[in-house]
């Protein structure tokens, strides 16, 4: 039982002695305020946070979203191919693929694909 005592000390004394060590060989200085500040993409931490953004943005943003998700359910439909039926595959593909080109068309004559405005 002392033999683990005198151990457990001994890997705390051995702790102690490298972090005070690493706190005296550090670089770090206090004064250094730019480096100890968040960094918010060029924009100053300290003023309001709710700024407005452009609401087009962010459908835009929207739409890539979930045209880049039908990408990747489309790309397994070239690998079920061979083990499904024929017809049943070419009919499942070819809604999928109409209903994205119907969606595409609605939001293209909505004026969303629209990037000036």
């Known amino acids: 039982m002392i033999s683990i005592l005198k151990f457990i000390l001994l890997i705390v004394m051995i702790n102690l002695v490298i972090s005070v060590m690493i ?3 550090n670089k770090k200085q206090i004064s250094d305020s730019q480096k100890s500040s968040p960094f918010e993409c060029g924009f100053n ?3 309001y946070k709710r ?3 452009s609401i087009h943005f962010f459908l835009i943003a929207v739409i890539f979203l979930i045209f880049d998700i039908e990408i990747i359910i ?3 439909m070239i690998l079920t191919l061979k ?3 024929l017809t049943a595959w070419l009919l ?3 809604i999928f693929v109409l209903i994205l080109i119907l969606g ?3 939001e293209w004559m909505n004026g969303m694909l629209n990037w000036t405005k």
């Open 83 to 85: 083990s499904s039926q």
């Open 45 to 47: 931490p300290m003023t």
């Open 51 to 53: 700024l407005p953004f």
């Open 23 to 25: 706190m005296m060989i």
């Open 74 to 76: 489309i790309l397994p």
């Open 92 to 94: 499942t593909s070819t």
């Open 104 to 106: 595409l068309y609605h």
